[in-house]
């Protein structure tokens, strides 16, 4: 392959790259049920265990995330993106249509409906975007996963604030957003999104790895914006379409990744036409010296097939390829499944129950602490990816000691909101925020390294059923039960509950679950110690070749 042309097909995947970004900067909408749950609650009457339920709904739309995971392995992504933006345009449409009063309230059963729809349009999304980027930037998965995991959690906040912005926190007109902007920018993503052969040089790692830190820094800069917002909390209208102008600008702004690195392949590609004009020699040279190395291949490609004819006879190790079934059959992928759901699971409640927990210890809104968990989601996710890449090349330290740090922390956040000590709302969304987003960044690489990347679309969807398990676990059933225990019924229907005591049992439940996720995630580093220290040795002995050839 010409080096020009290489560069292109680097252009073509980083452009592809930045449309992933936009499509998990808007497929966040799952975790802003807290923005319009109370106007469902209202319109409809219902008791939290009810509302619970509706949230569990939505959830449980991952669990489709199956179809999603199949598709992968079988059609194009262009249309895995399309579907998932139909399905969201319909679901959330309808809630829109109810919540905005176009129509009369739909039944309880037609409501759980389109919520399912909207929770299972991301996993249509997410699936498309995280598959063909992991398998784009092989060699630097960690970083993948940070960036796209963080821009997920960003998108509570980007909608969020957008809408206060622009529209003082209408539900009605937050839940248009949820429909119409995520369809528009998966209809353009269709265009630029697909797999790009790979480049095996170091010049191409070396370029990763810088451009990596390009997004990286973007995102940071996003993420502290939103941040310096929700603290100004400004009522002037003229600041509000200010802030809106400039994060849609911060946005696009990486799109100078994918712009610059177009005009260098095409400096390269006048340049190499110029040299084959001045040196057609060195052209039949080099096609010289490749028929001699197809006369080679046959012999090379006869002991290839007869080893891999012994390899498909063996049942594949942790950190080889394995089918779906292959993986379920090992313990590493259990104990990974389980303490997965005790860190998204715990998470997933906190973020659903948000808008009564903030109005239980007596917070009349509760925008800032869903943007909290949010924006400390995002670094969570996009520190934990660059900085368990960092360590696995540098030390090979095993990722899921990370997951275990992020329980641990986990554990703590919830035991101070269950004691109620001032601030605990604001401590506890920042932590409970970071520690979520650590435990999905870092757990898409580890399936990937220990299971291979041939099946990873099902394999990612098997693990994401865990967010509606840990829905129905601990928001419908835990968090819904225990609450409408201490609530007092309100006049027409539905009921409501002040104090620390209504959420008290439930972060202790959920403390002790963190606690038990922590003890698996060490289990798992322990048991997967000598992949990572393979993973290191391999990049050691490469970097050591190179050097080695520089000289």
Same mark, same amino acid.
């Given at each position: 392959?010409?080096?020009?042309?290489?560069y292109t097909?680097?252009?073509?995947?980083?452009?592809?790259?930045?449309?992933?970004?936009?499509?998990?900067?808007?497929?966040?909408?799952?975790?802003?049920?807290?923005?319009?749950?109370?106007a469902?609650?209202m319109?409809?009457?219902?008791?939290?265990?009810?509302?619970?339920?509706?949230?569990?709904?939505?959830?449980v =739309?991952?669990?489709?995330?199956?179809?999603?995971?199949i598709?992968?392995?079988?059609?194009?992504?262009?249309?895995?993106?399309l579907? =998932?933006?139909?399905?969201?345009?319909?679901?959330?449409g309808?809630q829109?249509?109810?919540?905005?009063?176009?129509?009369?309230?739909?039944?309880y059963?037609?409501?759980?409906?389109?919520?399912?729809?909207?929770?299972?349009?991301?996993?249509?999304?997410?699936?498309?975007?995280?598959?063909?980027?992991?398998?784009n930037?092989?060699?630097n998965?960690?970083?993948?996963?940070?960036?796209?995991?963080?821009?997920?959690?960003?998108?509570?906040?980007?909608?969020?604030?957008?809408?206060?912005s622009?529209?003082?926190?209408?539900?009605?007109?937050?839940?248009?957003?949820?429909?119409?902007?995520?369809?528009?920018?998966?209809?353009?993503?269709?265009?630029?999104?697909?797999?790009?052969?790979?480049?095996?040089?170091?010049?191409?790692?070396?370029e990763e790895i810088?451009?990596f830190?390009?997004?990286?820094?973007?995102?940071?800069?996003?993420?502290?914006?939103?941040?310096?917002?929700d603290?100004?909390?400004?009522?002037?209208?003229?600041?509000?379409l200010?802030?809106?102008?400039?994060?849609?600008?911060?946005?696009?702004?990486?799109?100078?990744?994918p712009?610059?690195?177009?005009?260098?392949?095409?400096?390269?590609?006048?340049?190499?036409?110029?040299?084959?004009?001045?040196?057609?020699?060195?052209?039949?040279?080099?096609?010289?010296?490749?028929?001699?190395?197809?006369?080679?291949?046959?012999?090379?490609?006869?002991v290839?097939?007869?080893?891999?004819?012994?390899?498909?006879?063996?049942? *594949?190790?942790?950190?080889?390829?394995?089918?779906?079934?292959?993986?379920?059959?090992?313990?590493?992928?259990?104990?990974?499944?389980?303490?997965?759901?005790c860190?998204?699971?715990?998470?997933?409640?906190?973020?659903?129950?948000?808008?009564?927990?903030?109005?239980?210890?007596?917070?009349?809104?509760?925008?800032?602490?869903?943007?909290?968990?949010?924006?400390?989601?995002?670094?969570?996710?996009?520190?934990?990816?660059?900085?368990?890449?960092?360590?696995l090349?540098?030390?090979?330290?095993?990722?899921?000691?990370?997951?275990?740090?992020?329980q641990?922390?986990?554990?703590? =956040?919830?035991?101070?909101m269950?004691?109620?000590? *001032?601030?605990?709302?604001?401590?506890?969304s920042?932590?409970?925020g970071?520690c979520?987003?650590?435990?999905?960044?870092?757990?898409?690489?580890?399936?990937?390294?220990?299971?291979g990347?041939?099946?990873?679309?099902?394999?990612?969807?098997?693990?994401?059923?865990?967010? *509606?398990?840990?829905?129905?676990?601990?928001?419908?059933?835990?968090?819904?039960?225990?609450?409408?225990?201490?609530?007092? *019924?309100?006049?027409?229907?539905?009921?409501?509950?002040?104090?620390?005591?209504?959420?008290?049992?439930?972060?202790?439940?959920?403390?002790?679950?963190?606690?038990?996720?922590?003890?698996?995630?060490?289990?798992?580093?322990?048991?997967?110690?000598?992949?990572?220290?393979?993973?290191?040795?391999?990049?050691?002995?490469?970097?050591?070749l190179t050097?080695s050839?520089?000289?």
């Amino acid at each position: 392959m010409e080096i020009g042309e290489t560069y292109t097909f680097s252009a073509w995947k980083w452009l592809g790259f930045v449309s992933a970004v936009w499509v998990q900067a808007i497929s966040g909408n799952n975790y802003t049920f807290s923005n319009y749950s109370d106007a469902i609650k209202m319109l409809m009457n219902l008791t939290q265990l009810e509302l619970n339920n509706l949230s569990v709904a939505k959830d449980v =739309g991952k669990a489709f995330g199956l179809l999603a995971g199949i598709a992968s392995d079988r059609l194009p992504t262009p249309v895995i993106l399309l579907i =998932g933006a139909i399905e969201g345009l319909i679901g959330y449409g309808a809630q829109w249509l109810v919540v905005s009063r176009k129509i009369q309230p739909l039944s309880y059963w037609q409501m759980c409906i389109f919520m399912c729809m909207g929770g299972n349009s991301t996993t249509w999304m997410n699936t498309a975007v995280l598959v063909t980027c992991i398998r784009n930037f092989r060699r630097n998965r960690g970083p993948v996963s940070g960036i796209l995991k963080g821009y997920v959690g960003l998108s509570t906040a980007i909608f969020t604030d957008l809408c206060s912005s622009l529209f003082s926190d209408d539900p009605a007109r937050f839940l248009i957003m949820l429909a119409v902007i995520p369809f528009a920018v998966c209809l353009s993503a269709i265009f630029f999104l697909r797999e790009i052969p790979q480049s095996t040089s170091v010049a191409s790692e070396i370029e990763e790895i810088r451009y990596f830190a390009i997004f990286n820094a973007v995102a940071v800069v996003v993420a502290v914006y939103l941040l310096a917002y929700d603290l100004i909390d400004s009522s002037n209208q003229a600041i509000r379409l200010v802030f809106a102008v400039i994060l849609l600008i911060l946005l696009a702004s990486p799109l100078a990744v994918p712009v610059y690195s177009f005009l260098k392949s095409w400096r390269l590609v006048s340049f190499e036409a110029d040299m084959e004009r001045r040196e057609p020699l060195l052209k039949e040279e080099t096609t010289s010296t490749a028929e001699e190395k197809k006369e080679v291949v046959p012999e090379q490609k006869e002991v290839v097939h007869a080893a891999s004819s012994v390899v498909e006879k063996t049942r *594949p190790v942790i950190g080889e390829e394995h089918t779906m079934l292959e993986a379920m059959q090992t313990w590493d992928f259990w104990i990974l499944f389980v303490s997965f759901l005790c860190g998204v699971g715990t998470g997933m409640a906190v973020i659903n129950n948000m808008a009564q927990i903030g109005s239980a210890l007596g917070h009349a809104d509760v925008s800032m602490f869903i943007s909290l968990t949010s924006i400390w989601g995002f670094f969570g996710r996009i520190i934990s990816g660059s900085v368990s890449e960092h360590f696995l090349k540098e030390a090979g330290t095993p990722r899921p000691l990370w997951n275990a740090t992020s329980q641990i922390l986990m554990a703590v =956040g919830f035991l101070l909101m269950a004691l109620a000590v *001032p601030g605990c709302l604001y401590i506890g969304s920042i932590v409970v925020g970071f520690c979520y987003g650590v435990r999905l960044a870092v757990t898409v690489p580890v399936a990937s390294e220990l299971f291979g990347l041939k099946y990873y679309g099902l394999l990612y969807n098997i693990l994401i059923l865990n967010l *509606p398990i840990g829905s129905f676990l601990f928001s419908g059933l835990l968090a819904g039960y225990l609450y409408d225990a201490q609530a007092t *019924p309100t006049p027409g229907g539905g009921n409501t509950c002040v104090g620390s005591h209504c959420y008290g049992l439930v972060f202790i439940v959920m403390a002790i679950a963190s606690v038990v996720g922590f003890g698996l995630d060490v289990l798992l580093a322990f048991r997967t110690k000598n992949i990572y220290t393979k993973i290191f040795n391999s990049r050691k002995s490469k970097k050591s070749l190179t050097a080695s050839n520089g000289q």
